[in-house]
């Protein structure tokens, strides 16, 4: 079983960047597929962007493509969501995932999420 803990939400402003990290205990990410998603009250969690730690393409949602990038630290067994030219449309709690399916932008191919972090843009 796989325990992603996710970290550095905050406040900023419009235009600021933040950097999300989502960390794995248990068995860490080994073959996993690792994606970030993000809900706000009252509406479906969204993907944003996720990639396969054994390495392939990365895939992003068009709503973030050229501003958010996500990254990796195999030693420290971490995924990263670094996020620029922040709007306040990006606000909501982001939630780091994993899973072995197949399609990395759908949320029923994930079997493990971290608690959530919570990510306000104010403008």
């Known amino acids: 079983q796989v325990q992603n803990i996710e970290s550095g939400g905050g406040l900023v402003q419009a235009g600021g960047s933040l950097r999300l990290s989502c960390s794995a205990s248990g068995r860490g990410f080994g073959s996993y597929t690792i994606g970030w998603f993000r809900q706000t009250p009252g509406k479906e969690r969204e993907f944003v962007a996720a990639?396969?730690?054994?390495?392939?393409?990365?895939y992003y949602a068009d709503s973030v493509k050229g501003r958010f990038t996500i990254s990796r630290d195999n030693a420290k067994n971490t995924v990263y969501l670094q996020m620029n030219s922040l709007k306040p449309e990006d606000t909501a709690v982001y939630y780091c995932?994993?899973?072995?399916?197949?399609?990395?932008?759908?949320?029923?191919?994930?079997?493990?999420w971290g608690q959530g972090t919570q990510v306000t843009v104010s403008s």
């Open positions: 995932a994993a899973g072995r399916g197949g399609v990395p932008y759908a949320k029923a191919e994930y079997d493990y």
């Open positions: 990639f396969r730690w054994s390495g392939g393409p990365t």
